[in-house]
């Protein structure tokens, strides 16, 4: 865990004035990580010190076999620690994993007056990355963190799935109305219709608020089923209504709550709520003027994520369904015309210039949302 060298007198300063996250029985050669750091544990390994107050992701992977490099798959786990805090943690063998379980009394006060005694097993905060972790979490808050949060306190890079019902014998099929397990398959997709339907295990799913599949009002005339599927903005008010109507700012921490997830968590499930809000929110044209406070913060936040990504990573979303491009393009159409806040509209254009300089795309492109769109129009509706 050797990091760039400080000042003798801010080290010493950082471990009084820094809290210190002490894991017990965390085996040797388990992969161990806090925020954007991560390292493979040694013999001497008990936690971390000199960590900055806030909000931090601690994450591990466990070691397959001893003396490999092989680990399998990550957990972890927000937290919120004050100046001079001392956490205390342990290893769940049964897990595999680091548990947030609630500490014995007196434990955490113990460490706190030894230490010193501690300091040769603990590792330093990784100091180097802070400013990165910094602007990826700049608005995931303690209250933000606890709403999103799973209710067990865990997340993990493959969700704990259970069946939706029973199939095990031909009677439970045969209601379901499923294939039997000794009928012939003759296609890919009655083998998929064999498989048991699956389920998150209660309380193991990231709390995200529910998007909209349904962008436009119920009762909605076609002109109307058009112009919401064109202009979201009737999708965002309802997901701001549902968490943050007092704060829309707030839905930032749960973007980037996300999308951490997913870049430092391996959370795909994620990824894809991450794409889906952000998808909402680039394409809601009414919404751009009457929340620019909103979408200044956006582009902000966008500015920091983006560079955090690998580059091949865009080409294969590009290659795919060209979904980040396509968004982006419709939100700068929005976002650079003359009708918007000149503030809003010069940051908009300095980050479009930035993403063609950076990834040579091109935005200047009639977007798709140009062309006609096609609505599937609920049931009993009809176009005269």
């Known amino acids: 865990m050797a990091g760039p060298r400080l000042e003798p007198a801010l080290a010493q300063q950082l471990f009084f004035e820094g809290a210190a996250v002490v894991v017990l029985g965390v085996p040797e050669g388990t992969e161990f990580g806090i925020d954007y750091s991560s390292w493979a544990v040694g013999p001497r390994f008990r936690g971390v010190k000199m960590i900055p107050p806030g909000v931090h992701f601690l994450h591990c992977s466990a070691a397959r076999a001893a003396g490999g490099r092989e680990t399998g798959p990550r957990t972890g786990f927000f937290l919120s620690l004050q100046r001079r805090e001392v956490r205390v943690l342990r290893w769940d063998a049964g897990s595999e994993a680091v548990r947030p379980a609630p500490p014995a009394a007196g434990e955490a006060e113990a460490f706190r007056e030894n230490l010193r005694e501690m300091d040769p097993f603990l590792g330093p905060y990784p100091y180097e990355s802070l400013k990165k972790w910094v602007s990826l979490t700049s608005f995931i808050g303690e209250a933000a963190m606890k709403k999103l949060q799973p209710e067990s306190g865990q997340i993990c890079a493959f969700s704990e799935v259970l069946p939706e019902a029973a199939g095990r014998d031909a009677r439970d099929r045969a209601e379901q109305r499923r294939p039997r397990f000794d009928a012939e398959c003759r296609s890919y997709a009655e083998g998929l219709a064999r498989l048991p339907r699956m389920r998150p295990k209660a309380g193991t799913e990231i709390r995200f608020t ?75 044209e009414t919404a751009i003027g009457k929340y620019q406070d909103l979408y200044i913060n956006l582009i902000s936040v966008l500015y920091h994520q983006l560079g955090e990504i690998p580059a091949d990573f865009f080409v294969d979303i590009v290659s795919q369904d060209n979904f980040l491009t396509s968004t982006l393009q419709v939100f700068f159409s929005y976002t650079c015309s003359a009708a918007v806040d000149g503030t809003l509209r010069k940051k908009a254009e300095k980050f479009k210039a930035h993403l063609t300089k950076k990834f040579k795309w091109d935005f200047e492109a009639e977007p798709d949302d140009c062309a006609p769109v096609v609505v599937e129009l609920p049931e009993g509706v009809q176009v005269d």
């Open 210 to 284: 529910e998007l909209p599949k349904q962008m436009y009002p119920s009762g909605a005339t076609p002109e109307e089923i058009t112009r919401h599927s064109m202009d979201l903005s009737y999708a965002l008010e309802k997901v701001i209504s549902q968490r943050y109507a007092s704060q829309p700012l707030d839905l930032l921490a749960e973007l980037q709550f996300a999308f951490v997830c997913f870049l430092i968590g391996n959370v795909y499930d994620a990824f894809e709520h991450w794409k889906r809000l952000l998808n909402i929110l680039c394409r809601s």
